[in-house]
């Protein structure tokens, strides 16, 4: 347990900034305060996220409220929000919202988007509907096992479903989260395949799928969506230059083949994920570093899209 970790907890006890507890170091706890502190350093101790033990994270430069039943919002989900606020039109969907992290902070950038989320978890959702509330957010929050209570179609669906494979040795460190928050079958892609291939029927044309992954999914992500008649297939770096977040694009029947512009930042993907990927056709450097090329031919859906009937 580090010395900060101890202040914070402290000021958490005695619900004070840290420029109040700088400036009156000499301030005691009463026997009450002494007892929760010392609980919450022995829950600490024991290895506990600190998030849990004040209920609060910071994210996007807002502070919301978490429990045991939503996962930790992380800084590097910060990325499938602002890929989200450049591609996002007027309905949004966020799918495993969680804290509400995500659609909260879009609802709260895009004034004028229709936002909604859900899960499938309700103690998540009173979570989520709580951060809603006190941080002045319209958002629309549904109990739904993914698609299974919405109706598009939506401009754009982002979603940071559980990807950890089960048994992954990292899940040791993670214990004290909800495990149906973060691991999906063997390989970790349960989730992600099924939001791909059930996302067409939601989305508009032109409309976007964003997901975030792990840090060894980015090429598998990337065959889900070509399978699935994705184009525009974008794959976005986190700030530790890992492929995080992968998209793509859905177009109506009459217009696929009207834009197939494979993007790939910064071109660490093959170092990052020890894989070499399929080569784009035509590719080059634009001024802006981001890698362009087109994408081979995406053959036609052999059944209309929804609405198309």
Not at 54 to 67: C, I, N
Not at 101 to 113: G, N, S, Y
């Given at each position: 347990m580090t010395t900060s970790e101890t202040r914070s907890l402290l000021r958490h006890v005695l619900g004070i900034s840290a420029a109040a507890l700088a400036a009156h170091p000499e301030q005691r706890l009463n026997a009450t305060q002494l007892e929760r502190f010392n609980a919450l350093v022995t829950r600490r101790r024991a290895g506990e996220p600190m998030a849990y033990l004040?209920?609060?994270?910071?994210?996007?430069?807002?502070?919301?409220?978490?429990?045991?039943a939503v996962l930790i919002p992380r800084p590097e989900t910060e990325l499938l929000v602002e890929i989200g606020l450049s591609h996002a039109g007027k309905r949004v969907l966020d799918l495993?919202?969680?804290?509400?992290?995500?659609?909260?902070?879009?609802?709260?950038?895009?004034?004028?988007?229709r936002v909604t989320a859900v899960d499938y978890s309700a103690a998540a959702l009173a979570v989520a509907r709580d951060n809603g509330r006190r941080l002045g957010a319209t958002v629309d929050f549904r109990e739904s096992h993914w698609f299974s209570a919405v109706d598009g179609p939506f401009d754009l669906i982002v979603a940071n479903p559980p990807y950890i494979a089960e048994g992954d040795r990292h899940l040791s460190d993670l214990h004290f989260e909800p495990s149906s928050a973060l691991t999906s079958g063997a390989d970790g892609l349960d989730a992600i395949r099924q939001i791909i291939a059930e996302a067409p029927p939601y989305l508009a044309s032109g409309g976007w799928l964003f997901l975030e992954h792990g840090y060894d999914q980015a090429v598998a992500v990337r065959e889900l969506l070509k399978a699935a008649h994705f184009s525009s297939i974008e794959q976005h770096q986190d700030m530790a230059g890992i492929v995080r977040v992968s998209g793509g694009c859905l177009f109506s029947n009459n217009e696929y083949g009207k834009s197939r512009i494979g993007i790939i930042r910064n071109l660490s993907v093959t170092t990052q994920v020890g894989v070499n990927l399929p080569p784009l056709q035509g590719e080059g450097w634009g001024g802006d570093g981001v890698l362009r090329g087109i994408l081979p031919p995406i053959p036609l859906p052999t059944s209309p899209l929804k609405g198309e009937e």
């Open positions: 004040t209920g609060k994270r910071e994210f996007y430069s807002r502070d919301f409220v978490v429990s045991p495993g919202t969680g804290s509400g992290c995500v659609a909260i902070t879009l609802a709260l950038e895009l004034k004028q988007a």
